[in-house]
């Protein structure tokens, strides 16, 4: 099992930065894609970005130019958020999966199977 914890989520002014953390603890949590996506209320859930163990990066057309995803070690993940838009709004996961993609579209697909974390509250206000 794979275990995720987020933190670095809050409330900010438009035009303004976050930066989202996670760290991968659990048996399996070695070796891993991590990447992020988010949720509003009332809306499917949304890919964000993605990074895989060889570094490759893939981002949602949506933060494109505005999101950055990197990695620590192999362990933690973070998501530098730029320029802050009030559609940014969401509860942000973190995944987790032996391989991920997230597409331009912000569709997302995880290699057996997408581990999730409990997710972090990000408010932008205008």
Same mark, same amino acid.
């Given at each position: 099992?794979?275990?995720?914890? *987020?933190? =670095?989520?809050?409330?900010?002014?438009?035009?303004?930065?976050?930066?989202?953390?996670?760290?991968?603890?659990?048996?399996?949590?070695?070796?891993?894609? #991590?990447?992020? %996506?988010?949720?509003? *209320?009332?809306?499917?859930?949304? =890919?964000?970005?993605?990074?895989?163990?060889?570094? @490759?990066?893939?981002?949602?057309?949506?933060?494109?130019?505005?999101? @950055?995803?990197?990695?620590?070690?192999?362990?933690?993940?973070?998501?530098? #958020?730029?320029?802050?838009? @009030? *559609?940014? @709004? !969401?509860?942000?996961?973190?995944? !987790?999966? !032996?391989?991920?993609?997230?597409?331009?579209? =912000?569709?997302?697909?995880?290699?057996?199977?997408?581990?999730?974390?409990? =997710?972090?509250?990000?408010? %932008?206000?205008?």
């Amino acid at each position: 099992q794979v275990q995720l914890q *987020e933190s =670095g989520g809050g409330s900010v002014q438009s035009g303004g930065s976050l930066k989202l953390s996670c760290a991968a603890s659990g048996q399996r949590s070695s070796n891993l894609g #991590m990447g992020w %996506v988010r949720q509003v *209320e009332g809306k499917e859930r949304e =890919g964000v970005a993605g990074i895989n163990n060889d570094g @490759t990066t893939a981002y949602a057309d949506s933060v494109k130019g505005r999101f @950055t995803i990197s990695q620590a070690n192999a362990n933690t993940v973070y998501l530098q #958020m730029n320029d802050l838009k @009030t *559609e940014d @709004t !969401a509860i942000y996961y973190c995944v !987790a999966a !032996a391989k991920l993609g997230v597409s331009p579209d =912000g569709g997302t697909w995880c290699v057996g199977g997408c581990y999730v974390g409990q =997710g972090t509250q990000v408010t %932008v206000s205008s």
